[in-house]
C-alpha cells in the first residue's frame, strides 16, 4: 500500500481565508501530520467553535462538527469519551479559544481527555473584521477598534502551562517542517495536548505580520527539559523573543483511564453496600 499523501486528507470545499492568511499553512500542516500518521479519514474527528480558523473542518476530509462559539473542547471530549478509538482534534482561534472558550481549555486541562488542541493566533476578531481580541497587542488599533486596548493581554502558552495542560507546544504557521512535526506529536501524546500557532491576519491586524514574527520567535534551547514546568514557564514569559517548541510534556493517566477504573468499579468499593457494579446501577435508567 502506498504512503497516504496531505491531500487525501483535503475535502473539495475551497478554503475561504483571505489571501495569505496563515490558517491556510495550518492546515497544510495538519494534514501533512495526519499523512505522516496514516489516520484513517473516516476515524478522525474535527471540532469547531466559532470564527476564521473554525471553518477548517469543511475543508478536510474527515468527520467533523462545528460547534457553536467556544465550544468546541466540549464536542471534542463527548467525542472521544463515547468512542475511545478515534483520533480527535479541536480547532480554532484566539478569540473562540480564550474568550467565550477558555473556561473549557482550563477543565480540558483538569480532565486530561486524549485529544489535541490547534489554536490559530492571530491576536485580533478577524471574521468580524477587526475587534480586539484576548491575545492583542495593548496598542492595536482597527477602523472598528480605533482605542488603545483597555485590557490586559493573555499569554495562552503560560496560561497552558500553569493548568498543568500535559502537552504544550508554539509553533509559527510558515516554519512547515516543525509545525507539522509539533502536530504528529500532539496528536500522539496520550493525553490533552494543546498546540498554540502563530498565524497572522492578513486583512485586519498590520502589527502582527509575517515579517514582525520572523524577526521575534527564537527556538528553545536544544536541552530543554520538557518535564520541567518551571523552566517552561521561564521562557513562556519572555516576549522578546517568543520561544517555539515543545515546552511541557507529561504523560499521566487521561480522562479515558479514569472513567475505566470507574466502570470496573463495584459500588462496595465506593463505600456504598452493594452487590451492584456502576453498569448495574446504569442499567436501571436506560
Not at 18 to 33: E, F, I, R
Not at 34 to 59: H, I, N, Q, W
Not at 181 to 194: E, L, N, S, T
Not at 264 to 274: C, F, Q, R
Request: include cysteine; charged fraction near 25%.
Amino acid at each position: 500500500m502506498s504512503p497516504k499523501t496531505a491531500e487525501q486528507y483535503r475535502s473539495q470545499t475551497t478554503p475561504t481565508w483571505c489571501k495569505d492568511c496563515g490558517d491556510y499553512k495550518v492546515l497544510d500542516a495538519l494534514t501533512a501530520a495526519m499523512a505522516k500518521l496514516e489516520l484513517e479519514p473516516d476515524d478522525t474527528v474535527l471540532t469547531a467553535g466559532v470564527g476564521c480558523a473554525s471553518r477548517l473542518p469543511f475543508y478536510t476530509n474527515t468527520y467533523g462538527f462545528h460547534t457553536v462559539h467556544g465550544r468546541a473542547l466540549p464536542a471534542a471530549i463527548g467525542t472521544k469519551v463515547a468512542n475511545k478509538e478515534r483520533t480527535v482534534i479541536s480547532v480554532g482561534g484566539d478569540g473562540d479559544g480564550f474568550s467565550i472558550g477558555g473556561n473549557h481549555f482550563i477543565h480540558a486541562s483538569r480532565k486530561n481527555p486524549n485529544i489535541t488542541y490547534i489554536i490559530m493566533d492571530n491576536e485580533i476578531y478577524a471574521l468580524t473584521k477587526g475587534q480586539n481580541s484576548p491575545t492583542s497587542h495593548e496598542d492595536l488599533l482597527t477602523k472598528i477598534n480605533p482605542y488603545e486596548v483597555v485590557e490586559d493581554r493573555i499569554n495562552p502558552v503560560l496560561m497552558a502551562l500553569s493548568f498543568n495542560t500535559s502537552f504544550i507546544a508554539r509553533g509559527f504557521c510558515e516554519d512547515q517542517e516543525q509545525l507539522t512535526d509539533m502536530i504528529v506529536q500532539a496528536i500522539k501524546h496520550p493525553g490533552f495536548a494543546f498546540v498554540h500557532v502563530l498565524s497572522p491576519c492578513t486583512q485586519y491586524n498590520l502589527k502582527v505580520t509575517y515579517d514582525s514574527l520572523r524577526k521575534r520567535i527564537k527556538q528553545l534551547p536544544e536541552d530543554h527539559d520538557t518535564s520541567d514546568r518551571i523552566i517552561s514557564m521561564k521562557y513562556a514569559m519572555t516576549h522578546e523573543p517568543l520561544y517555539m517548541g515543545i515546552f511541557y510534556k507529561d504523560v499521566r493517566l487521561t480522562l479515558h483511564d479514569k472513567l475505566e477504573h470507574l466502570r470496573g468499579m463495584s459500588l462496595d468499593d465506593i463505600g456504598n453496600p452493594s452487590e451492584y457494579t456502576i453498569q448495574d446501577v446504569m442499567k436501571q435508567f436506560e
